[in-house]
């Protein structure tokens, strides 16, 4: 993070900002959140999961990677804000990390699917949504297996719900489509800055004029 932007980001107590970031899979989501990251001090909200870790991944960072049992367990005793099946696996945000950082002025980053942030809409209205798409569908399919990470039937799997999510992305705040990805991040700083700008997030700045502080 740059000290420019921890100066701005620490100086004023204010509600945290919900910034839900959804894309197919292979549009280039995760490129563009790590950069969104490197720059500014936002929280990332670190879901639970049922899928097998990939490698590399780190349980706790990346993911709480728990068995069937448990995620049913803790949808069932209400520790979710939101939780879908995706790919034949499940995933849900953890309620309670989520409520203490908004509360403490933090903004927080959601890599989350179309049916997840339609229930965030819901219960976190103060959220914003960017949708990012990929150039093409044809290009997706490209960038899928390339990444070589995924099986045959774990690929069309995510090809058809690229489609399903894009035909539900109508009513996001922002769509950036990610064909060149110097540009995407241009544009997702710019929303996330643009964001950050409302009085519900600056709300002394008209004391601090007038009292001149
Ligand atoms: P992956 O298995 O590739 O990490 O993620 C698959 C999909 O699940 C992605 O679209 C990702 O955004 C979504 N996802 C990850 N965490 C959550 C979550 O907590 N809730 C929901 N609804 N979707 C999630």
Request: glycine share 6%.
């Amino acid at each position: 993070m740059k000290d420019e932007h921890r100066e701005r980001f620490s100086r004023k107590k204010r509600a945290g900002l919900p910034l839900i970031v959804c894309a197919p899979s292979g549009a280039g989501k995760t490129t563009l959140i790590g950069r969104l990251r490197e720059e500014f001090p936002l929280q990332f909200s670190v879901s639970c999961t049922t899928r097998v870790p990939r490698a590399g991944e780190v349980d706790g960072r990346d993911y709480h990677f728990l068995s069937r049992e448990e995620f049913i367990a803790q949808r069932d005793s209400g520790l979710f804000a939101e939780w879908a099946e995706v790919h034949g696996n499940f995933y849900g945000t953890p309620l309670k990390p989520l409520r203490e950082r908004l509360a403490c002025g933090e903004d927080m980053l959601f890599d989350i699917d179309v049916q997840g942030a339609a229930q965030l809409a819901l219960t976190l209205p103060e959220s914003r949504f960017v949708f990012i798409f990929p150039p093409s569908l044809k290009e997706l399919e490209a960038r899928l297996r390339k990444r070589g990470a995924d099986s045959e039937e774990s690929i069309l799997l995510r090809l058809a719900n690229a489609r399903n999510e894009i035909r539900q992305s109508h009513w996001f705040d922002a769509w950036i489509i990610n064909d060149d990805l110097d540009k995407a991040y241009d544009e997702l700083r710019a929303f996330y800055l643009s964001s950050t700008l409302g009085p519900a997030l600056r709300p002394d700045v008209i004391h601090s004029i007038l009292n001149g502080v």
